[in-house]
């Protein structure tokens, strides 16, 4: 009788340890979605607008994007056709409803990337991905932390290709020739 009850309690451990093992393998419900693009829109005001385009599985129900910033406004979600998807936040993690969509294209605005310390602003960034920072219009580079993979100058504006890891840019506003009195 004793035997038998050993053999009972061994049968009952080997399968409660088998039904873990099969809950550890069954795969989550949402994954974290993998950035294609990422930008970075630094503005005058302090301000950052962030643009990144993420791919997604179009049979998970939901996908979860990390987003860059504290404080985010104006928040705007859509899948690759252009059609709002549904969202809920909590802390700086995004999760979004994506059955059916490849693609997510996230935009938002935040003030907090951007600090300043007298007259000298600060950009400072973290990202697993490379990325483009176009910088306010009439800004001058200071300090870089990373050398850039690209530069070029577009509608007025600096924009820099960085690689992934964190990057920092320091940067001051000049006053434009067209705003100075005559």
């Known amino acids: 009788s004793l035997r038998r009850q050993r053999q009972m309690c061994i049968r009952d451990s080997v399968a409660a340890l088998v039904l873990i093992l099969l809950a550890m393998s069954v795969p989550l419900q949402h994954s974290f979605g993998s950035t294609r693009?990422?930008?970075?829109?630094?503005?005058?005001?302090?301000?950052?607008?962030?643009?990144?385009?993420?791919?997604?599985?179009?049979?998970?129900?939901?996908?979860?994007?990390?987003?860059?910033g504290d404080s985010i406004e104006n928040l705007l979600v859509e899948d690759e056709n252009g059609f709002p998807l549904s969202t809920q936040s909590e802390k700086n993690i995004l999760q979004v409803e994506t059955l059916g969509s490849s693609n997510i294209l996230i935009n938002y605005d935040t003030y907090s990337l951007i600090s300043k310390d007298g007259k000298i602003w600060s950009f400072v960034i973290d990202s697993p991905v490379e990325f483009n920072v176009t910088m306010p219009q009439n800004s001058v580079i200071v300090g870089m932390s990373t050398f850039p993979i690209d530069m070029n100058v577009d509608s007025e504006r600096t924009k820099i290709l960085l690689p992934s890891g964190v990057a920092e840019i320091t940067y001051f506003l000049s006053v434009a020739e067209s705003s100075k009195p005559t």
């Open 37 to 68: 693009t990422l930008d970075f829109s630094l503005f005058p005001d302090g301000s950052t607008h962030v643009t990144y385009s993420l791919e997604s599985d179009p049979f998970l129900p939901d996908t979860q994007v990390s987003l860059y």
